[in-house]
């Protein structure tokens, strides 16, 4: 069974500029989440998507960020503008029934 | 108060011993527990969910959950220089799917 597929894997930009990243979660599985994950800390989670409805943004912040599902299989977060403290890794992940989350491997952004 | 708190370490243990890995969470009503390893560079990788009171048992690896202490707990056994990573406990913390992780502990397993 493939796993959860990203893209890109690495990206620089510099601030004020746009960026967008790509998933495509584990086939069959209807939940899909964003998570920022800045250097040593956790992933925290921005979006999270039931099919293409948004379950829970709340800590996604909606002046720079967004993201959709149109079809309810991949997704795309964009960024607009870019910040210095968007630098993160921003990972994928998707699960089918219950909570165990799978994750991709990832963009590791880095905005200058 | 962190909904999710891990000692960040890192824990340091010699090969072949057991680490030891703590995490304690904030919400009386969180149902699913889980531990995530992340080696450096790479996304979180899951190796334990736990979801009622007691121990589970995954070949070294054992979860231990007490819900009265708001306690979770990984117990790694005969460890290894490969078992090097940090590890993250995630929390459900009732609401829809949603997870919410600690900062991670990193695991040092010396030769």
């Known amino acids: 069974e493939a796993g959860v597929a990203q893209s890109p894997r690495y990206k620089i930009i510099e601030k004020r500029q746009s960026v967008a990243f790509w998933c495509n979660p584990i086939s069959g599985h209807a939940t899909l989440y964003w998570y920022q994950q800045i250097l040593g800390q956790g992933p925290k989670l921005l979006i999270q998507?039931?099919?293409?409805?948004?379950?829970?943004d709340s800590q996604l912040p909606k002046d720079r960020f967004s993201a959709e599902r149109l079809k309810g299989v991949d997704s795309t977060l964009k960024i607009q503008p870019a910040k210095l403290e968007d630098s993160a890794v921003y990972l994928c992940a998707s699960t089918a029934v219950g909570y165990e989350q799978y994750f991709g491997p990832g963009t590791r952004l880095t905005v200058t | 108060q962190k909904e999710v708190e891990q000692n960040s370490g890192p824990l340091s243990v010699p090969e072949g011993a057991i680490a030891s890995l703590n995490c304690t969470y904030s919400d009386r009503v969180s149902q699913s527990f889980f531990w995530y390893r992340q080696y450096s560079g790479k996304s979180p990788e899951l190796i334990m969910s736990?979801?009622?009171?007691g121990d589970k048992e995954d070949g070294r690896f054992t979860a231990q959950l007490n819900k009265a202490s708001q306690y979770v707990s990984l117990l790694i056994r005969d460890s290894h220089p490969s078992d090097s990573a940090t590890y993250l406990c995630?929390?459900?913390?009732?609401?829809?799917?949603?997870?919410?992780f600690g900062t991670g502990t990193r695991l040092q397993v010396t030769l």
């Open positions: 995630a929390v459900n913390p009732g609401t829809a799917s949603k997870l919410t």
């Open positions: 736990i979801y009622s009171n």
């Open positions: 998507f039931q099919n293409n409805g948004v379950v829970d």
